[in-house]
T-cell receptor, first 118, second 111 residues
Framework: GAGVSQTPSNKVTEKGKYVELRCDPI?????LYWYRQSLGQGPEFLIY????????DSGLPNDRFFAVRPEGSVSTLKIQRTERGDSAVYLC????????????????FGPGTRLTVL | TQLLEQSPQFLSIQEGENLTVYCNSS?????LQWYRQEPGEGPVLLVT?????EVKKLKRLTFQFGDARKDSSLHITAAQPGDTGLYLC???????????FGTGTRLTIIP
């Protein structure tokens, strides 16, 4: 079956513009995650959805960042008034949810969207 | 804030050599995962270790979780060019779905 897909693969925008990044999770996965990976670093958690609701949005850096998952499948990460510091690869992952003793279900990552803010 | 430091940050060795990558934290985790990431792709899960002192083997890769569940190591025997990539550890807290990733080790195996 298809894995997690993300569109666009690359996005170049100008400082101050609005951008939307899309994530299509694996069919049937109820949990969806967004991470941000800056150059040379490990991914950093942004937000986690269980179904349609944001279960944990503690990683969103400020109120310019917002994410939705209206039907419990596709998710969109929205960034307003982009800044050069927002440049990074934005990764999406999905899982079946709770992982028992391991504490987390296996997360399957998409290839990411590389955002460049000029 | 929980931090995971990986060492070394970069490692370049000849094919056939052995190597060890370390993942250290001052915090306790319920479990720890290791991922490998290749350019233009997302991280791919290699293993999850849950119990303090646990050792798991995946072919030439050996993963160990520290007794206190604060640190982990990845040992590769007889490295091959296909092992090249960014290796990431990630800590998990029970009841919390988010992953706390380490700083990463970029490994290059020279043929």
């Amino acid at each position: 079956g298809a894995g997690v897909s993300q569109t666009p693969s690359n996005k170049v925008t100008e400082k101050g513009k609005y951008v939307e990044l899309r994530c299509d999770p694996i069919s049937g996965h109820t949990a969806l995650y967004w991470y941000r990976q800056s150059l040379g670093q490990g991914p950093e958690f942004l937000i986690y959805f269980q179904g349609t609701g944001a279960a944990d949005d503690s990683g969103l850096p400020n109120d310019r960042f917002f994410a939705v998952r209206p039907e419990g499948s596709v998710s969109t990460l929205k960034i307003q008034r982009t800044e050069r510091g927002d440049s990074a690869v934005y990764l999406c992952a999905s899982s079946l949810g709770f992982g028992g003793l391991a504490g987390v279900g296996t997360q399957y990552f998409g290839p990411g969207t590389r955002l460049t803010v000029l | 804030t929980q931090l995971l430091e990986q060492s070394p940050q970069f490692l370049s060795i000849q094919e056939g050599e052995n190597l060890t990558v370390y993942c250290n934290s001052s915090s306790v985790f319920s479990s720890l995962q290791w991922y490998r990431q290749e350019p233009g792709e997302g991280p791919v899960l290699l293993v999850t270790v849950v119990t303090g002192g646990e050792v798991k083997k995946l072919k030439r890769l050996t993963f160990q979780f520290g007794d206190a569940r604060k640190d982990s190591s990845l040992h590769i025997t007889a490295a091959q060019p296909g092992d090249t990539g960014l290796y990431l550890c990630a800590g998990v807290n029970f009841g919390n779905e988010k992953l706390t990733f380490g700083t990463g080790t970029r490994l290059t195996i020279i043929p």
